[in-house]
C-alpha cells in the first residue's frame, strides 16, 4: 500500500477552499435528501481541531431528513486523550441517548467513532467514516506534524490500547475521495477486513461535510444494509 501523503498541489487546494468551506459546513442551508430517516439516533463527531459548528450543515440536513441527530458535545477536537472514549460515553449518558446509534466521524471524528464502537459495540449500530485515516501509515496524511504538536504525543503512539486499522465489530462505511489534499485516498478507503463498504465521493476533504452530494450520499448510507 502507498503510504505517501497526498501531493501538495491538493493540499493547496484544500488551504484555497478552507474559509468558505469552514463557513458553508457551519452556516449553510440544511440540503434536502432524498431518504425518509426512520428517526434513528445519529451521533457525529468532527474533526481535529473543528467542533460540532463545523458540522453543524450536515446534522441539520439529516435532522431535516428524518434522523434524530446529535453533535458529539466535547468542544473542540484536539485529538485523542486517554478519556475520550469515556468522555464520549459519559455525553451519551448525560444526553440520555441509548444505543445501538449510529456514529459518523469526519477526519479524526471517524477514528474517534471506530474506536469508541470497539469499546462499545452494543451500544453502536453502525460507524461511517468520512475521510479519516484508518489504514496504512498514520502519516498518509498532511495533518499529521500538526496534530502531533497539538495532540502532544506521536501520531503511531496514542494514549489508547488500539490498532487503528482494526475493523469495529459492527458494519462499517469509509467515504474516502481521490482529491483528499489531507488525508491519502488509500488510508481512508481502507483494505479488506479494515471496512466493510468504501464508497468513494468527488469531492475535497473540507467538504465532506459541507457539499450536497456528500452529504446526500451519507444521509443514504445511514440506511443502507
Known sequence: MNDQPPPL???AREAGSFAYMRLRAAFAPAIKADVAGDRRTVIVFPGFMASDRTTSRLRRSLQLAGFETHGWGLGRNRGIRADTLDRV?????KRQIDGPVTLIGWSLGGLVAREYAKRF?????????LGSPFSGSPRANNAWRIYEAVARHKVDAPPIDTILAQKPPVPTIAFWSAKDGVVAPQS???AD?????PVELDCTHMAFVAD???IRAIAAAILAD
Not at 460515553?89 to 449518558?93: E, F, G, I, L, R
Not at 477486513?193 to 463498504?197: A, K, L, V, Y
Open 121 to 129: 459495540p452494543d451500544r453502536v449500530a453502525k460507524v461511517i467514516t
Open 212 to 214: 450536497p452530494r456528500a
Open 188 to 190: 481512508a478507503r481502507g
Open 9 to 11: 498541489r491538493l493540499l
Open 89 to 93: 460515553a459519559d455525553q451519551m449518558a
Open 193 to 197: 477486513g479494515e471496512r466493510d463498504h
